[in-house]
């Protein structure tokens, strides 16, 4: 921090921002690397499930490890279909099981909201409206930064 004559202090607040800054320059260039071996990982996962299934085996030791083969099913419900899925689901009887509410959403609908309205940041974004009460809304002061050139 600069004093009001223009020299720099070291403070406590100085010195947890500047090792704050250190941490975020680590972290990202673990991220890089992680993001790296992942890539690398995804590619020779690739080429064994390849091996495997062209040599048909059902599993293999090797590095250690005993590998196999197991399929990963994925699914998504597009919005132009989200009535027939909800009608499917309540034809086989999982529409309870398999409706939830979307918190990430939600919160972004009640913050969009709330900024619109120039509510403060402080207060619980839910407050006043027809979610007060319902939902769980935990208030804490983060610390965000711009870099300064």
């Known amino acids: 921090m600069t004093s009001s004559t223009g020299s720099v202090v070291d403070t406590p607040l100085q ?3 500047s090792e ?14 992680i ?4 890539e690398r990982r995804g590619h020779y996962e690739g080429v064994a499930v390849e091996e495997m299934l062209t040599q048909r085996l059902d599993g293999v030791k090797a590095a ?8 990963a099913h994925r699914f998504s419900a597009p919005e132009a279909r ?3 899925v909800m009608e499917a689901a309540r034809s086989a009887g999982l529409l309870d099981a398999v409706t939830q509410v979307n918190t990430a959403r939600l919160k972004s609908l009640l913050t969009e909201r709330a ?7 402080r207060q619980p974004y839910s407050d ?3 979610f007060e009460g319902l939902v769980g809304e935990y208030v804490q002061p983060v ?4 870099t300064s050139r």
């Open 64 to 71: 250690g490890r005993s590998w196999r083969i197991e399929y």
């Open 128 to 130: 006043g409206t027809e």
């Open 82 to 84: 989200k009535e027939a």
């Open 115 to 121: 900024k619109e309205a120039g509510k403060d940041a």
């Open 20 to 33: 704050i800054t250190d941490i975020d320059k680590k972290v990202a260039l673990l991220n890089d690397q």
């Open 35 to 38: 993001d790296e071996l992942k």
């Open 143 to 146: 610390l965000r930064h711009v």
């Open 15 to 17: 010195s947890a921002l």
